[in-house]
């Protein structure tokens, strides 16, 4: 059974850090590109940025690019998000998502349960 | 503002058909596959369509994807109380190197 397990949400102040962390299990990690995907609260999905496989390929949304860091540990078969300099605008819901097939970027058949980040002072 | 074009919301009856339209450019539906996810309340979205028009296993057959240009489709026949819920169209755009999302449509079974 696929499983993506997020965690490192929480409250922080603008300006701050957090990282997240996907633990995931079930599937051949190290095969398939990862994403985060977040939803601020009452609002539609954004996508925040993936990795490729091996994790030389990073992709970013303009809004993130500069602030966040994804990377990947495929021994460990878990997905991180580093988010510096965060704003009052990154408080969302931040999903791990794990594409469909090998080499896509953008298709994500399971994802994890999510975790809160709250940015306010 | 979302790059992909979604209707706020639909409605129907339990047992009819409804359609939600999902429109957008070249640069990415026009180019790349379409996908559609189902958002039950306080839950993550589930995938509902990839590829256009497939459905995972464990999706029921009354749920369809079909693309045509720069417009997907997601219908749903023999509603059901249980379907209300957030839909989400998806895709990739090759000129932001980004995924990108619709803004939504909640689906409401009177």
């Known amino acids: 059974e696929v499983q993506l397990l997020e965690s490192g949400g929480g409250l922080v102040q603008p300006g701050g850090s957090l990282r997240l962390s996907c633990v995931t299990s079930g599937f051949t990690f190290s095969n398939y590109v990862m994403s985060w995907v977040r939803q601020a609260p009452g609002k539609g999905l954004e996508w925040v940025s993936g990795?490729?496989?091996?994790?030389?390929?990073?992709l970013y949304a303009d809004s993130v690019k500069g602030r966040f860091s994804i990377s990947r540990d495929n021994l460990q078969d878990t997905l991180y998000l580093q988010m510096n300099s965060l704003r009052v605008d990154d408080t969302a819901v931040y999903y791990c998502?794990?594409?469909?097939?090998?080499?896509?970027?953008?298709?994500?058949?399971?994802w994890g349960q999510g975790t809160l980040v709250t940015v306010s002072s | 503002q979302s790059v992909l074009t979604q209707p706020p919301s639909v409605s129907a009856a339990p047992g009819q058909r409804v359609t939600i339209s999902c429109s957008g450019t070249?640069?990415?539906?026009?180019?790349?596959?379409v996908s559609w996810y189902q958002q039950l309340p306080g839950t993550a979205p589930k995938l509902l369509i990839y590829?256009?028009?497939k459905r995972p296993s464990g999706i029921p057959d009354r749920f369809s994807g079909s693309k045509s240009g720069t417009s997907a489709t997601l219908g749903i026949t023999g509603l059901q109380t249980g379907d209300e819920a957030d839909y989400y169209c998806g895709t990739w755009d090759d000129g932001l190197r980004a995924g990108v999302f619709g803004g939504g449509t909640k689906l409401t079974v009177l």
């Open positions: 998502a794990k594409s469909s097939r090998l080499l896509e970027w953008y298709q994500y058949d399971y």
């Open positions: 070249t640069s990415n539906i026009g180019n790349n596959y």
């Open positions: 990795i490729s496989d091996s994790g030389g390929s990073t």
């Open positions: 590829d256009n028009n």
